[in-house]
C-alpha cells in the first residue's frame, strides 16, 4: 500500500508546477533509455505517481530525485524488455517521436536520439546506455551520475568511455540534417519511380534495410543486406508506391517520411547516411510503433 498523498493545496501546487517544468526531460531520459515512447510515458507517470507520495519537505533537489527515479525505473524496464524484445517477429527498432517543437526532446542537446544511434544504444547493457545518455545528452556531471546509477566516478568514467566507443564506431560519421533530408527525398523520389539505378548510386556497398513490423505481411522479417538487394527491394512492389502519399516530418532530430494509403498513415521510414552514401534504410509498419507521432502531428494540427 502507497503511503498517503500529502494533501495541503499549496505543497500540491508546488509539486505539480516543479514536475511538469522538468517532465520533458524525464520523458527524454527515460525514451533513450528504452526506445520507447509508450514505455517512457509509463516511467515518467509512475515517476509522477511516487512524486505525489514523496515526502518533498526532506527533497534538497527536485531535479536530481525525479532524474534518479526516472533513470533507474528506466533501467528496470529496459532489463525487462529486453526478454520481451527476443520474442518480437522480425528487426525491432525505436519508436519514432515528433521533435518539431522540442529538437533535442527535453536534452541538453540532441544526442543519442536519432533512430539508427538509438538502435545501437539498444545493444549496450541497460545501465552502461543510461550513463551515456545522461552524461552525452543532459550533461551530468560524473558525480551526479554516479549517485543516480549507485557506482563511482571511476567506474562511471570507464562505462561512459566504454559506450562512447562502442556507439563511435557503428555511428559512421552521420551527415548533417540538411545533407540527410536531400538524401531522403532522392531516395524516395527514385523509389516511387522504381529508378533502381539511382538508388544504388545512392546506397553504400554494405546498405541494409530494416522492416519493423513484428510478424505483419509485407514486412521482411530478417535485414536486407547489400546495394543491390537494398534498391530492389525499395521498388519491388511497382503497386506499392502508386497507392500511397508521402508526408515528410521531423522524427528524432532528422527528417523521415509518413506513407499514408486511402488517407490513414500505414508506414514511417527514414534513412541513416555518412558522406559515402545512405548506409540503413528503416521502415516502422506496426502500427503500434507509429501511434506516438502520429497522435503528435494530430494535437500539432489542432492546436497549432
Not at 550513463?131 to 545528452?137: G, I, P, T
Not at 546509477?149 to 562512447?164: E, M, T, Y
Amino acid at each position: 500500500m502507497r503511503p498517503e498523498v500529502i494533501t495541503i493545496e499549496g505543497d500540491l501546487h508546488d509539486a505539480v508546477t516543479v514536475f511538469v517544468k522538468l517532465r520533458p526531460r524525464l520523458f527524454g531520459i527515460a525514451y533513450r533509455v528504452l526506445g520507447s515512447a509508450v514505455e517512457a510515458e509509463d516511467v515518467v507517470q509512475e515517476v509522477w505517481l511516487r512524486w505525489q507520495h514523496t515526502d518533498r519537505a526532506v527533497v534538497v533537489s527536485p531535479a536530481a530525485f525525479l532524474s534518479s527515479a526516472t533513470t533507474r525505473l528506466a533501467i528496470n524496464v529496459a532489463q525487462s524488455a529486453r526478454v520481451r524484445r527476443e520474442t518480437y517477429i522480425g528487426p525491432w527498432l525505436p519508436e519514432p517521436i515528433d521533435t518539431s517543437d522540442d529538437p533535442q526532446a527535453g536534452a541538453e542537446r540532441a544526442e543519442a536520439l536519432e533512430l539508427a544511434l538509438l538502435l545501437v544504444l539498444e545493444k549496450l547493457p541497460p545501465t552502461e546506455r543510461a550513463a551515456y545518455v545522461l552524461r552525452e545528452a543532459f550533461d551530468y556531471s560524473y558525480p551526479e551520475i554516479a549517485q543516480i546509477l549507485g557506482l563511482s566516478p571511476v567506474n562511471v568514467r570507464k562505462i561512459v568511455s566504454r559506450a562512447r566507443k562502442h556507439l563511435t564506431e557503428d555511428q559512421r560519421d552521420s551527415v548533417d540534417a540538411i545533407e540527410h533530408r536531400r538524401l531522403l527525398n532522392a531516395f524516395v523520389t527514385a523509389a516511387r519511380q522504381g529508378d533502381v539505378a539511382s538508388l544504388e548510386a545512392l546506397l553504400t556497398s554494405d546498405a541494409v534495410s530494416l522492416s519493423d513490423g513484428n510478424g505483419m505481411r509485407g514486412a521482411a522479417r530478417v535485414p536486407v543486406v547489400g546495394r543491390a538487394r537494398v534498391a530492389n527491394l525499395s521498388t519491388a512492389h511497382p503497386r506499392f508506391w502508386p497507392t500511397v502519399e508521402a508526408e515528410t516530418v521531423e522524427a528524432n532530430g532528422r527528417a523521415g517520411v509518413v506513407l499514408y494509403r486511402d488517407g490513414r498513415a500505414s508506414t514511417f521510414m527514414t534513412v541513416a547516411a555518412t558522406h559515402r552514401g545512405i548506409h540503413q534504410v528503416m521502415w516502422v509498419f506496426n502500427p503500434d510503433k507509429i501511434a506516438a507521432l502520429l497522435r503528435s502531428r494530430s494535437r500539432e494540427a489542432v492546436y497549432g
